[in-house]
């Protein structure tokens, strides 16, 4: 008899924006690559869980940004209109209690060391004493309101920028004050600005159809801002609550001039597209909603992993950077809706991650599976394979190739038509060494399979291994 064997390291390869074909949620592929003998062993593993950390409102409540910030070795919050350092409200009222809110450092060079948090508005300028200071019109008539909010340090100068292209900075080693002729326009392409960001000596501005790169060249007078010109890029971002980043590697969904989004990836002098069609099809579908979106990178199992949360789709979609492949969906521990995490930090070698409505904050565990107490299901479920003949197959057994565990069970289903309804077939005991499924019935054409684990206990596994045999054969 044939052997199928079939890798559960899935891409996939929905059609449309739907959730059949070949589908991944709540995993990770891991790549283990043996130098010596030149060999990759490739297995999917169950994603963290998240550990209750803190609640910093005591409520629900919505969550706007968090950053680690080095100086003091806290965690930084925003919850609707409120700061929070750990759990402790820092008295700043926020202009408004929705959308993203953006931090920026001053280096441990600065005469005063701060942390900047932007809400579009108003700047709030935190000391390593927690005195907060909020800066606005009322303190510098020149202080550039209804910015973008994202805010950026270069060469002991504050930036931020106007969505007319104007890209303001502060006063030198003064980021209170502000002066008129601070600033320079962004119009090599005339489209409006969606953010500034820094990335080693150079300053970004994001267009929604274009972007640039400036170097600090100094001027006594006026913006000290060059502009790099044969670094310009002719496609922009798309959104700026997509834009995420760990030192400097930096992703977002950009968009070209005629309106087509995608994924990409700048990191130094590198840049380049890492979405697929699938993806791109979620993408193009949100429309206005792209606004509303949630993104934010962190550390999950020892991988570095892109996670972008897209509002009307209500889907969570997750870009693996090891591996440079999209390692499928996440959602939460409900299922059938996006991942619950809006933006994480990192401290200290663990993930934060900020819950988008509940106010809480988390941990992301690498010993726990579940989301808040909540076990979370992995599913993995294959496209339909024919084994390369029209034929009526017999499935003698199933058998899942993966870590034996001291308890548990994975349940496997099948679909026979196209992914309109699924059949269990039975469960495969993960205490034992071998794992098997008997008498797998008969078919013709094409069969899917699905694989789920429901547990607080590790899950990995390399494929599935079906034994069949054609009629006629």
Known sequence: MPFDD???????????????????????????????????????????GLANSTQPPAAAATGRGIYAWGATGAIYTCFAGKIYKGASDLGATLAGSSGRVWFAETPATASTQLLVVSDGADNYNIETDDTTTQ??????????????????????????????????????????????????SAAAKGDPLEAV?????????????????????GRPTGSILQRIEQNRLSFGCAAKETMAWVGDLLM???????????????????????????????????????????????????????????????????????????????????????????????????????????GRVYTFSPTTYQDSGTTFTVTLQTEGRDQKTSSRKTIEYVELEGDTQTSGTATLEYSDDDFQSWVTLGTFDLTEERKRIHRGGTYKGKRA???????????????LRVKFEVEGA
């Open 6 to 48: 079939i890798p559960l390291s899935l891409i996939s390869t929905q059609r449309g924006t739907g959730t059949g074909d070949r589908r991944m949620v709540n995993a990770l592929s891991e790549v283990v690559v043996d130098a010596l003998k030149k060999e990759a062993y490739f297995s999917v593993i169950k994603r963290p």
């Open 252 to 358: 977002f969904v950009g968009q070209s001039r005629e309106g087509a989004r995608s994924a990409w990836m700048l990191q130094g002098g590198e840049i380049k597209e890492v979405s697929d069609s699938v993806v791109n099809r979620f993408l193009n579908a949100e429309g206005t909603s792209l606004s509303s979106a949630s993104a934010w990178m962190g550390h999950a199992a020892g991988q570095l992993v892109y996670v972008l949360n897209l509002s009307s789709a209500d889907r969570t979609f997750v870009y693996n950077v090891a591996t440079q492949r999209w390692d499928g969906e996440w959602e939460d521990a409900a299922g059938g809706s996006q991942f619950n995490g809006a933006y994480a930090t990192q401290l200290n070698g663990t993930t934060y991650v900020q819950d988008a409505s509940n």
């Open 135 to 184: 800066i606005d019109e009322g303190d510098d008539a020149d202080y550039p309101t209804a910015n973008q909010g994202s805010v950026a340090f270069l060469d002991s100068y504050l930036f931020q920028c106007q969505s007319n292209g104007k890209i303001w900075q502060s006063d030198l080693n003064d980021f209170d004050n502000w002066s008129d002729t601070g600033f320079l």
């Open 449 to 463: 399979w699905r694989l789920t684990h429901a547990a607080n206990t590790a899950f990995r596994a390399k494929r």
């Open 197 to 217: 960001h820094g990335q080693r000596d150079r300053l970004l501005g994001l267009g929604t159809t274009s972007i640039e790169f400036y170097y600090n060249r």
